[in-house]
């Protein structure tokens, strides 16, 4: 809601006329109306700005391309910027600078500012679309998006009357709040909640690591199990099978998913919650991590009019969001894509997507061949876990179809040798294949706290680095700080291996060639390994050498 003081300022210049700013003015007291001046025929924001720096003797700033750390952005809520229209964008010892384009507030806000940030404040004066840059560059705290978490699941409240034997009360639900807030705003990709003997601990998987960041007492361990079972539409009275379910909030305003899963153990149930945020979800495929030439190599297997290919690597490695992305790519008015997943993790427009369900009976298996029914261009299935769903996604390959898939496999060789294991032709593999990625995903230096650390060559050499480049290159590592939770992280990236299926690659798995040997073929061919392309990340100061050496396979090919 704009303040009647501003309105009047703005209406003494002329640039907007009582009517349209009593419209502006009907906004709720959370909304920032002033953002709309912008668009108004007649109001020049450089101009207002400069008369109201003469008119209250202000110091003006243009902050359009000013870079103001996150941290300092933040040392005011959300809802006090809001609510007087000013942005913290510097801070000493004893002061704190805050830009505003309000003049009106300085005088009712320095007195309340000084008293919440304990410093002395001082204001400049900046134009409007300056202060909404800013304003964008604000993160939630995880108090304003407790207060701004709206349920989406429809089903919750008739379920939570049926319960009797524990007594969920407000402050069981600020509880559960506040953790899936706090989830958010530190990036978790998961949530654990895990009862024991004496305690009830939460943990949060951050860049990889779990952290535990919660031990409530265990008097609360039934209520906010019960809680979170009600959120995610499982069965509360059941605690003796494994359930799955699913909770879906607004929170900020930002849509997130949240796949949940129970599991009875000795004392008591532990729910683990996967953070599905669509918003982070890399749909770029120039911004994934590949290298040029792997990128060019992957694009070219996915471009093919038929053929196999196959993303590889642990759980949590990123398969799914590589996949996404070259289905964003092949998304086309002239495609028909059809994908099977366990589950569906983000639902993309356009794309015919189906949730496996094993009880009753549709299978990756039953799901394929449907597919083929259903006149495809390109199918997609989650993973190839056995004999009957590789041979159907070879015959899909071989007919015609382009086929994307997952395997768990340590590197890109190797896929090859778990295929021919699975009991599938070597004819029908060189036949069908068209390339092979393989990834794993390093924790990225804090950018914020990063030094560079001192190693000697032999050091470097040691670990797959050339003599005449271990001596040039520096190595860095995080010193930790704030901003990363003091682990010198903050952030993934993700390394490859392409593996493009060459005219002697084909020869070798027709001979049964061993993986190694496949290996050294492709990296005759020009293939890069994941230790390899795990130490340019070394080289180009992204990653550390403890990450490159623990997620990149041991040898050195």
């Keep these: 809601m704009i303040r009647k003081e501003f309105i009047d300022i703005v209406t003494n210049t002329g640039m907007a006329t009582l009517k349209e700013l009593r419209r502006l003015a009907m906004g709720k007291e959370d909304e920032i109306n002033e953002f709309e001046l912008l668009s108004m025929p007649y109001f020049d924001e450089m ?5 109201c720096s003469e008119r209250f003797s202000m110091t003006f700033i243009d902050l359009r391309n000013a870079k103001v750390p996150t941290d300092t952005l933040s040392t005011l809520k959300k809802k006090l910027v809001i609510k007087y229209r000013a942005i913290p ?24 500012l000084s008293d919440v940030l304990k410093k002395q404040v001082e204001f400049i004066l900046t134009n409007i679309s300056s202060w909404r840059k800013l304003y964008s560059g604000i993160k939630d705290s995880v108090d304003d998006l407790i207060n701004n978490i709206q349920e989406v699941t429809s089903n919750s409240a008739a379920a939570e009357e049926n319960i009797k034997a524990e007594d969920i009360s407000d402050d069981v639900v600020t509880f559960v709040n506040r953790l899936l807030a706090e989830a958010y705003v ?19 998987r951050i860049d990889g690591n779990l952290v535990e960041v919660a031990q409530p007492p265990k008097s609360m361990m039934a209520s906010v199990l019960s809680r979170l079972k009600i959120m995610s539409q499982m069965d509360i009275s059941e605690k003796r099978k494994p359930q799955d379910g699913r909770i879906k909030l607004l929170i900020g305003g930002t849509p997130i998913d949240y796949r949940v899963s129970s599991l009875p153990t000795l004392f008591g149930e532990k729910i683990v919650l996967r953070l599905l ?7 770029d495929m120039t911004k994934l991590g590949f290298e040029a030439k792997q990128l060019e190599g992957f694009k070219e297997g996915i471009h093919r009019p038929y053929g196999m290919c196959l993303v590889t ?6 398969k799914t969001t590589t996949l996404y992305s070259a289905i964003a790519e092949l998304n086309t008015p002239d495609n028909n894509i059809s994908t099977a997943e366990d589950p ?8 015919n997507q189906v949730n496996v ?12 061949k449907a597919f083929l029914r259903q006149d495809p261009d390109i199918i997609m299935v989650g993973e190839i876990r056995d004999l009957e769903v590789g041979e159907i996604a070879v015959e899909a390959a071989l007919t015609g179809h382009l086929v994307l898939s997952t395997l768990h496999t340590n590197d890109a060789p190797s896929t090859v040798t778990r295929l021919l294991n699975m009991g599938i032709e070597p004819f029908l593999v060189v036949a069908a294949l068209n390339v092979i990625v393989a990834q794993r995903l390093c924790r990225k230096i804090c950018m914020n706290c990063r030094e560079e650390r001192k190693t000697l060559p032999d050091e470097l050499i040691a670990v797959g680095f050339a003599p005449a ?4 290159i520096k190595v860095f590592q995080g010193k930790g700080c704030d901003l990363c939770n003091n682990t010198g992280y903050k952030g993934r990236i993700a390394i490859y291996e392409v593996l493009m299926v060459t005219p002697k690659i084909r020869e070798l798995i027709l001979r049964n060639a061993s993986g190694d040997d496949i290996k050294k073929q492709a990296i005759r061919d020009g293939m890069k390994t994941l230790r390899m392309c795990a130490l340019t990340k070394v080289a180009q100061g992204l990653t550390t050498l403890e990450e490159a050496v623990t997620n990149s396979s041991s040898d050195q090919i």
């Design 89 to 112: 964008i510097q801070k000493t010892g004893t002061k704190v600078t805050l830009a505003t384009f309000d003049p009106s507030v300085i005088q009712e806000a320095t007195k309340e």
């Design 344 to 351: 569906v993790e983000f639902n993309l427009e356009g794309i």
């Design 47 to 51: 101009k207002f700005a400069k008369i």
């Design 277 to 283: 945020d669509s918003s982070n979800l890399q749909l």
């Design 186 to 204: 530190k990036k978790a990709s998961d949530i654990h909640v895990e009862p024991y003997e004496r305690i009830f601990r939460v943990r949060f």
């Design 469 to 472: 480049s271990a001596e040039k």
């Design 313 to 318: 690597g642990p759980t949590g490695s990123g």
């Design 357 to 368: 369900k094993k009880e009753v009976g549709l299978t990756f298996a039953t799901a394929l």
